[in-house]
């Protein structure tokens, strides 16, 4: 059978080939990225997911075998190839290995769907319909190395800081906050939904006892939305911590994000080079500027908005530019959010709820629960859902719910930041909005 390994291993990456290792053997493996024949010289560039190297083949010093295979490969195609690393100025490493013998693994078909060698740009759509060519783009995998490093740093310092990790269940019988953004779903004789959040389930944790937690999982929302920055399914990084309040869940967040910031800066200097893109990291805690402040903010700016209203796409724009960088948003009207946040003691108008913003992208909002079962039911009653439909949730709060806090982050927002990146598409492998489910 042709393409095995067999007893072939790679050696080194791309990435590790520097005059360093000039006069020894090397075995490389991955995908022909250019090859460039002039008769009596060919060279043969390969790509890892580490970056590229030079192979050399002068038809004086390399196998006439050797020679005809390379000669056959086809672009994107999968090799491995044995040679000798030696030092060359004008390869792109200092270095380039002259091939001893190569191993087709598998030859790719002809033509490309798309070029990842970007020679013919293509639209969005057209990358999306080939992804897994699309991502062999340094500049396309770089957003997901990054992106890695995001949940890495995330995991590390939410289990430092004595979070547990949670999974809860993304089939669901009803609506977490009673909207109309669900999926409905055929589940066995009933009808079902899929989940938009974990809010209910990470809280009815605080009244189990796990003190802190995190998911990081996916959400579903029907919206209809055709938007740069929503998506129809799309990862949510949940907090929620007992005994604490907004202003402490705040600074779990504001630490969070100045971590991430640290530690993308830091192991993916190469990622941000790639993509053109420089982090500031904010020094100490974001700043803050309450709803009331924001809506004379943004009429200042000539953005007609009322006190009451949610912002608008135009009024985030207009705070954005204000503001500019991270900020929190706070103390909003208690009517635009759900019922489940805690209304200020002496001003029930407003809630003790919170928006992350980062220029006129929102990242995440949280708040101060309502742990009390009264006033839960009462504010359920008040936005017209019933009572009914919440029976197990509200349980949990009868038998002893401790105040609680906490938040949620749109991870493929996060990464935008990180990036750069103007469209939460380029932060997903395989988006899926209102007009693609495939792949
Ligand atoms: P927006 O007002 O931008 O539509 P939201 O207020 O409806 O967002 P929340 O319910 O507060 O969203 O969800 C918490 C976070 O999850 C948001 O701040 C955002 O980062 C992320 N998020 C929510 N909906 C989506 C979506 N459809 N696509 C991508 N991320 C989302
Ligand atoms: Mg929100």
New binding site residues.
């Given amino acids: 059978m042709q393409g095995l390994l067999n007893d072939w291993r790679r050696t080194h990456y791309a990435n590790q080939h520097n005059p360093e290792i000039a006069g020894s053997d090397v075995t490389i493996m991955g995908w022909v990225h250019e090859i460039r024949d002039f008769g009596g010289i060919m060279f043969v560039i390969i790509r890892d997911v580490t970056g590229r190297v030079q192979v050399t083949a002068p038809s004086k010093k390399v196998d006439e075998d050797v020679l005809k295979q390379l000669r056959d490969l086809r672009k994107e195609s999968v090799v491995a190839i044995k040679g000798a690393v030696q030092e060359s100025a004008k390869a792109p490493n200092g270095v380039e290995i002259i091939p001893k013998e190569v191993k087709v693994l598998n030859m790719a078909d002809q033509p490309l769907p798309m070029d990842p060698t970007e020679k013919v740009k293509a639209g969005i759509d057209t990358r999306l319909d080939s992804r897994f060519l699309d991502i062999r783009k340094e500049n396309v995998s770089a957003i997901f190395k990054i992106k890695g490093q995001m949940f890495h740093t995330i995991r590390d310092f939410f289990y430092d800081n004595g979070f547990y990790e949670i999974n809860t269940p993304k089939l669901v019988a009803s609506a977490t906050?009673g909207g109309t953004e669900l999926f409905p779903i055929a589940y066995f004789e009933k009808e079902a939904f899929l989940g938009?959040?974990p809010q209910l389930y990470k809280q009815m944790m605080m009244g189990a006892g796990m003190d802190k937690v995190f998911e990081i999982g996916q959400?579903f929302?029907a919206?209809e939305?055709d938007t740069l920055?929503?998506?129809?399914e799309?990862v949510?990084i949940d907090a929620e911590a007992s005994f604490a309040d907004d202003e402490d869940v705040m600074k779990i967040l504001n630490d969070m994000i100045i971590q991430v910031l640290n530690d993308v800066n830091e192991n993916c200097a190469n990622e941000l080079e790639i993509l053109g893109h420089e982090l500031e990291v904010p020094s100490g805690d974001f700043p803050v500027v309450t709803y009331d402040d924001a809506v004379d903010i943004v009429n200042m700016a000539g953005v007609e908005m009322q006190w009451g209203e949610?912002l608008s796409r135009e009024a985030e724009k207009a705070l954005g530019e204000e503001m500019g960088g991270f900020y929190f948003l706070t103390k909003w009207p208690a009517e635009i959010k759900p019922f489940y946040v805690m209304p200020f003691e002496d001003d029930e108008k407003y809630a003790h709820a919170f928006?992350?913003m980062y220029n006129n992208?929102?990242?995440?909002?949280g708040a101060t629960r309502v742990h009390q079962y009264n006033l839960l039911v009462k504010q359920i009653e008040e936005k017209g859902l019933n009572p009914d439909g919440f029976g197990s949730y509200l349980t949990a709060f009868k038998y002893g719910m401790p105040p609680h806090a906490g938040?949620?982050?749109?991870a493929?927002?996060?990464t935008m930041v990180l990036t750069g990146s103007q469209n939460?598409r380029e932060c997903v492998l395989f988006p899926r909005d209102r007009h693609r489910l495939t792949p």
């Fill in positions: 906050e938009q959040s959400i929302r919206e939305h920055r929503h998506l129809n799309a949510s949610d928006d992350l992208l929102e990242l995440s909002s938040w949620g982050v749109g493929d927002r996060l939460i």
